[in-house]
């Protein structure tokens, strides 16, 4: 092929019909991508109840779904399970990012004996099945008297938050990339580790620290597995992926199906909207961690 | 081994447990039996006492309970629970028998315990020969007050990982051994052995990897699926995602933002959410089937979960749509890092854009990313969400424990919680272990950036 300046005619028709496929393969892709989301929404809004359907649009539109969601809270308590999601978010939202920033700063920034072999752990824990320990999780609870009546939501906390410190690699690798020589610079002027710790490190990690912040605050409304063992049968204490399953088992699904669909764009919006909002941290976060 | 022996000379404590015994005083001698003595002798009260105080309260747990769980462990406890006749209130009372899973947790936690009691009794020893070490030749002592503040100085580590390392102690690697013991136990259903149950050696493992037996049988084809899902999604995820993000990214694409935020959505969306959509959305009278049906595109209902083959394919393409906008994010910014020089010599030379992809793209994405993708490829192994929630495992067989879609995981799920096989539940895990092992570790530890750690400080 010449490399001369002029484009031959048939080249440029080629690139622009190349250009209108790829378009259209990506709308087509974008489609499938966002029609289960669209699906999910106009259910949310259909009149007629039960799971069955003929039309992909519904026949009439209401906004009673919703309203029962928040109202009926005889048999699947929803605004309890959302409040209850909502607590326990916080908590383990607060301890979590405590514990990964304390550990990935330990890591990044300091030398001691323990490090590699605590590293090492770490790397390993994470090839158990997380679910492995539940049962004996479960157990440990019950033995501290923290598997029944309210102390559930303190055993939720505990479980979401207490071995959070394992997961410090992302912000870890953050906090690599802030040079050592600022540190160097302020222990020179005379500031502790501490003081380097909060006023250097802590500031210029604004990334991280949301991505934290929103992935452990995330936890607890997407977790499945550990809600469902830990709150066994005691329905006051579900949160709300536990009540969302709930309403499509058998027994349910005819008349919760449409509120389903309610309740998971309830719970999704402010969970997208936080994402949305700081997506721009999420990359950059992760970009931290890949750069080596 | 060189690279073990490099690390120890690098944090060396002159201050051993051995030079404690050969070289220390009366005093720190004494210190073996009662721990801080050496730190209240040379007026470091407030950490001797903090030591005292350990002791104590380590020993008051032994003659409370702690001997009695470890003599129980063996045994693991053999009274059942009896009706005895109380003639005086002329009714049937109950005595509580052993009950063999807590016998088991409270014996793993006291080893567990009298494990960090040894530490922290190395710990006691050391300082005590510290202190009488640097009182004798003379040197400063660090008050209470300065143990404080170097907390906050030279060891913050040890401030900041105290309280998280608590919690993978007590929450993540307590229950993980006790549930690892299990494994050794015929605590399961089968011959009622869920309050009393005995060690059995390694006749789970045996049952678990015989050929002949169901539940071997059964282990063999869920380990196989469970590889081959994780290989397909990781690989199929990371190729799909990537070609996405390079036409997203090319010159010639409109909208990007649009269609980055297209794909982005369903990451916003939780993934439990959408994961029931897509199972409700695919199920036998599901939306997709009636709309066919309806249509007369198909005569018959498509199987999407009830047919082996099927359900296979159709979790790996839902876990397509999971993962791609993952990848896309991932990826991004990393190909903008790609060095433009290499495009243009590329160009210059006359490659194609495939060529470009695979000669240059590829083999710098897989250099910078494989980390990422072997934390993605155990993250699928133990996948737990996208099976459990979209096919449950199923179709199962009828005399089966493990359904076709079944991977370790949810088997493990289906073993322990609904047919109650603890002790296999927990070979299962340790097998899950074993596999993750034997593919990360040799792969972690071959990869660049496990090795230079420290390059790009």
Redesign the interface.
Same mark, same amino acid.
């Given at each position: !092929?010449s490399?001369t300046a002029k484009i031959s005619s048939g080249a440029k028709a080629r690139?622009t019909v190349g250009?209108v496929l790829?378009?259209i393969?990506?709308a087509v892709? =974008?489609f +499938?991508?966002?029609l289960?989301?669209f699906? *999910?929404i106009i259910t949310s809004f259909r009149g007629e109840k039960g799971?069955? *359907?003929?039309t992909?649009f519904p026949k009439t539109y209401t906004l009673s779904n919703y309203v029962k969601l928040f109202t009926d809270t005889s048999i699947l308590n929803f605004p309890k399970m959302f409040m209850n999601t909502f607590i326990i978010a916080i908590f383990t939202c607060i301890i979590s990012t @405590?514990?990964v920033l304390?550990?990935a700063? =330990?890591m990044s920034r300091?030398?001691?004996?323990m490090?590699?072999p605590?590293m090492n752990v770490?790397?390993?824990?994470?090839?158990?099945?997380?679910? !492995? =320990?539940?049962?004996?999780?479960y157990? +440990?609870l019950s033995?501290l008297g923290m598997a029944e009546g309210a102390m559930i939501r303190i055993a939720l906390i505990?479980?979401f938050?207490?071995?959070?410190? *394992?997961g410090f690699y992302v912000a870890k690798g953050f906090f690599?990339?802030i040079p050592?020589s600022l540190d160097e610079a302020a222990t020179i002027d005379g500031a502790?580790?501490?003081q380097i710790?909060t006023k250097i490190t802590v500031p210029l990690s604004k990334p991280i620290i949301v991505y934290t912040i929103l992935t452990s605050f !995330?936890g607890p409304?997407?977790d499945? @597995?550990f809600g469902k063992?830990i709150c066994r049968a005691d329905s006051d204490y579900y949160t709300v992926?536990i009540g969302?399953?709930k309403m499509?088992e058998k027994e349910y699904i005819d008349s919760w199906?449409t509120c389903?669909?309610a309740g998971?764009v309830v719970? =999704?919006i402010p @969970?997208?909207i936080l994402?949305?909002a700081t997506?721009k941290f999420?990359?950059d976060g992760?970009?931290g961690a890949?750069?080596? | 081994m060189k690279k073990a022996g490099k690390r120890k000379s690098e944090f060396v404590n002159p201050y051993t447990v051995t030079g404690a015994v050969t070289k220390g005083n009366a005093i720190t001698k004494l210190s073996l039996l009662i721990m801080g003595l050496g730190n209240l002798v040379h007026k470091q009260i407030g950490k001797g006492l903090m030591f005292l105080l350990i002791e104590i309260g380590y020993i008051a747990f032994m003659i409370e309970s702690g001997v009695y769980n470890l003599s129980m462990l063996p045994s693991l406890g053999w009274r059942e629970q009896q009706k005895v006749w109380n003639d005086s209130k002329m009714v049937y009372e109950y005595t509580a028998g052993d009950q063999s899973s807590l016998i088991l947790l409270y014996g793993v936690a006291t080893v567990f315990i009298t494990l960090m009691f040894i530490v922290v009794w190395r710990e006691a020893v050391k300082s005590s020969y510290k202190s009488e070490v640097l009182a004798s030749t003379g040197k400063h002592l660090n008050t209470f007050k300065e143990d404080i503040k170097s907390l906050f100085d030279q060891n913050l580590y040890k401030l900041l990982l105290a309280a998280p390392i608590m919690g993978v102690l007590v929450f993540t690697i307590l229950p993980l051994i006790y549930n690892i013991t299990m494994a050794f136990t015929n605590y399961s259903k089968v011959n009622d052995h869920l309050v009393l149950f005995d060690w059995v050696g390694l006749a789970n493992f045996a049952k678990i990897l015989n050929f002949g037996d169901s539940i071997g049988k059964q282990f063999y084809s869920v380990l196989g699926w469970t590889l081959i899902w994780a290989i397909f999604a990781t690989v199929l995820n990371y190729f799909f995602g990537m070609i996405l993000a390079i036409i997203i990214n090319r010159k010639d694409t409109h909208w990007k933002g649009f269609w980055r935020f297209c794909f982005v959505l369903s990451i916003a969306v939780p993934q439990f959410v959408s994961l029931l959509i897509m199972r409700t959305m695919l199920s036998q009278t599901g939306i997709v089937n009636t709309l066919l049906l309806k249509y007369g595109i198909i005569d018959q209902a498509l199987p999407f979960f009830t047919n082996a083959t099927w359900a296979r394919v159709t979790v790996i393409v839902i876990n397509l749509w999971v993962g791609i906008p993952y990848t896309i994010l991932q990826v991004t910014g990393i190909l903008q890092n790609i060095p433009g020089e290499l495009y243009e010599a590329a160009k210059i030379d006359g490659a194609n854009a495939v060529q470009t992809f695979f000669k240059i793209t590829l083999p710098y994405m897989l250099f910078v990313m494989t980390p990422y993708l072997i934390t993605q490829f155990t993250g699928n192994i133990n996948n737990f969400n996208v099976i459990f929630l979209l096919s449950g495992g199923n179709p199962t067989a009828v005399d089966a424990t493990a359904g076709k879609t079944d991977l370790l995981v949810t088997w493990l799920y289906k073993l322990t919680v609904d047919k109650n096989y603890y002790n296999l539940g927990a070979v299962i895990g340790i097998m899950t272990f074993i596999v993750l092992a034997i593919v990360a570790l040799v792969t972690y530890r071959n990869t660049a950036s496990y090795k230079d750690e420290e390059g790009f400080m």
């Amino acid at each position: !092929m010449s490399k001369t300046a002029k484009i031959s005619s048939g080249a440029k028709a080629r690139k622009t019909v190349g250009n209108v496929l790829i378009h259209i393969f990506l709308a087509v892709l =974008s489609f +499938i991508w966002v029609l289960p989301i669209f699906w *999910v929404i106009i259910t949310s809004f259909r009149g007629e109840k039960g799971s069955y *359907v003929t039309t992909f649009f519904p026949k009439t539109y209401t906004l009673s779904n919703y309203v029962k969601l928040f109202t009926d809270t005889s048999i699947l308590n929803f605004p309890k399970m959302f409040m209850n999601t909502f607590i326990i978010a916080i908590f383990t939202c607060i301890i979590s990012t @405590i514990f990964v920033l304390s550990v990935a700063y =330990s890591m990044s920034r300091m030398r001691f004996k323990m490090r590699k072999p605590f590293m090492n752990v770490a790397m390993i824990l994470g090839l158990f099945p997380s679910f !492995m =320990s539940m049962i004996a999780v479960y157990y +440990i609870l019950s033995a501290l008297g923290m598997a029944e009546g309210a102390m559930i939501r303190i055993a939720l906390i505990v479980v979401f938050s207490a071995g959070s410190g *394992v997961g410090f690699y992302v912000a870890k690798g953050f906090f690599d990339t802030i040079p050592k020589s600022l540190d160097e610079a302020a222990t020179i002027d005379g500031a502790t580790r501490w003081q380097i710790f909060t006023k250097i490190t802590v500031p210029l990690s604004k990334p991280i620290i949301v991505y934290t912040i929103l992935t452990s605050f !995330m936890g607890p409304w997407v977790d499945f @597995i550990f809600g469902k063992v830990i709150c066994r049968a005691d329905s006051d204490y579900y949160t709300v992926s536990i009540g969302l399953w709930k309403m499509l088992e058998k027994e349910y699904i005819d008349s919760w199906y449409t509120c389903f669909a309610a309740g998971a764009v309830v719970v =999704s919006i402010p @969970i997208a909207i936080l994402f949305l909002a700081t997506q721009k941290f999420y990359v950059d976060g992760m970009g931290g961690a890949v750069k080596g | 081994m060189k690279k073990a022996g490099k690390r120890k000379s690098e944090f060396v404590n002159p201050y051993t447990v051995t030079g404690a015994v050969t070289k220390g005083n009366a005093i720190t001698k004494l210190s073996l039996l009662i721990m801080g003595l050496g730190n209240l002798v040379h007026k470091q009260i407030g950490k001797g006492l903090m030591f005292l105080l350990i002791e104590i309260g380590y020993i008051a747990f032994m003659i409370e309970s702690g001997v009695y769980n470890l003599s129980m462990l063996p045994s693991l406890g053999w009274r059942e629970q009896q009706k005895v006749w109380n003639d005086s209130k002329m009714v049937y009372e109950y005595t509580a028998g052993d009950q063999s899973s807590l016998i088991l947790l409270y014996g793993v936690a006291t080893v567990f315990i009298t494990l960090m009691f040894i530490v922290v009794w190395r710990e006691a020893v050391k300082s005590s020969y510290k202190s009488e070490v640097l009182a004798s030749t003379g040197k400063h002592l660090n008050t209470f007050k300065e143990d404080i503040k170097s907390l906050f100085d030279q060891n913050l580590y040890k401030l900041l990982l105290a309280a998280p390392i608590m919690g993978v102690l007590v929450f993540t690697i307590l229950p993980l051994i006790y549930n690892i013991t299990m494994a050794f136990t015929n605590y399961s259903k089968v011959n009622d052995h869920l309050v009393l149950f005995d060690w059995v050696g390694l006749a789970n493992f045996a049952k678990i990897l015989n050929f002949g037996d169901s539940i071997g049988k059964q282990f063999y084809s869920v380990l196989g699926w469970t590889l081959i899902w994780a290989i397909f999604a990781t690989v199929l995820n990371y190729f799909f995602g990537m070609i996405l993000a390079i036409i997203i990214n090319r010159k010639d694409t409109h909208w990007k933002g649009f269609w980055r935020f297209c794909f982005v959505l369903s990451i916003a969306v939780p993934q439990f959410v959408s994961l029931l959509i897509m199972r409700t959305m695919l199920s036998q009278t599901g939306i997709v089937n009636t709309l066919l049906l309806k249509y007369g595109i198909i005569d018959q209902a498509l199987p999407f979960f009830t047919n082996a083959t099927w359900a296979r394919v159709t979790v790996i393409v839902i876990n397509l749509w999971v993962g791609i906008p993952y990848t896309i994010l991932q990826v991004t910014g990393i190909l903008q890092n790609i060095p433009g020089e290499l495009y243009e010599a590329a160009k210059i030379d006359g490659a194609n854009a495939v060529q470009t992809f695979f000669k240059i793209t590829l083999p710098y994405m897989l250099f910078v990313m494989t980390p990422y993708l072997i934390t993605q490829f155990t993250g699928n192994i133990n996948n737990f969400n996208v099976i459990f929630l979209l096919s449950g495992g199923n179709p199962t067989a009828v005399d089966a424990t493990a359904g076709k879609t079944d991977l370790l995981v949810t088997w493990l799920y289906k073993l322990t919680v609904d047919k109650n096989y603890y002790n296999l539940g927990a070979v299962i895990g340790i097998m899950t272990f074993i596999v993750l092992a034997i593919v990360a570790l040799v792969t972690y530890r071959n990869t660049a950036s496990y090795k230079d750690e420290e390059g790009f400080m």
